[in-house]
């Protein structure tokens, strides 16, 4: 969980959780959670929201990633509703980010199985990359859920 994140509704963000574990296992694809926007923020990455594909649940197709936009740009997306900031939560079981990162991210992979298979002393040396850019923007078929 990122340090910066205050958390009014635990019982909401349990859910949003919950709800995206689901929705991951029937999907089979890695699901984010996304805030929705109340302000024009230029600090934050934003989502675009594609086609709602669960009414009953508000579970959205990903349809891009925009890092951090100027202030006039975070206003259109707030204007538009299309957007949801990126909390950096992404949900999934192991065998699906395994799926993601050999067909996307063929070096976090490699990494990914250098620690899995304990040369935990390698850490050091992989590339100081964060997942956002090393897997997730890569990723087709994410799907969102609201925080």
């Known amino acids: ?3 910066d994140h205050y958390i009014r509704d635990v019982k909401g963000f349990k859910h949003s959780f919950k709800l995206a574990g689901e929705t991951s296992v029937k999907n089979k694809k890695i699901v984010l959670i996304g805030v929705e926007l109340d302000y024009s923020a230029t ?3 934003y989502i675009q929201k594609g086609e709602l594909i669960d009414d009953n649940l508000s579970v959205f197709n990903v349809s891009s990633f925009k890092e951090k936009p ?3 740009t975070a206003s259109k997306y707030v204007k538009s509703g299309q957007y949801l900031w990126n909390c ?3 949900v999934g079981s192991i065998a699906v980010f395994e ?3 050999e067909q996307y991210s063929k070096k976090l992979f490699i990494n990914y199985q250098t620690l899995k298979n304990n040369h935990n002393e390698s850490y050091l040396n992989f590339e100081n990359i964060s997942i956002d850019y090393a897997l997730i923007e890569k990723v087709k078929g994410l799907l969102i859920v609201l925080a």
């Open 88 to 90: 950096g939560y992404f």
């Open 70 to 72: 100027n202030y006039q």
């Open 43 to 45: 600090g934050f990455g």
């Open 99 to 101: 799926r993601e990162m």
């Open 1 to 3: 969980m990122a340090a």
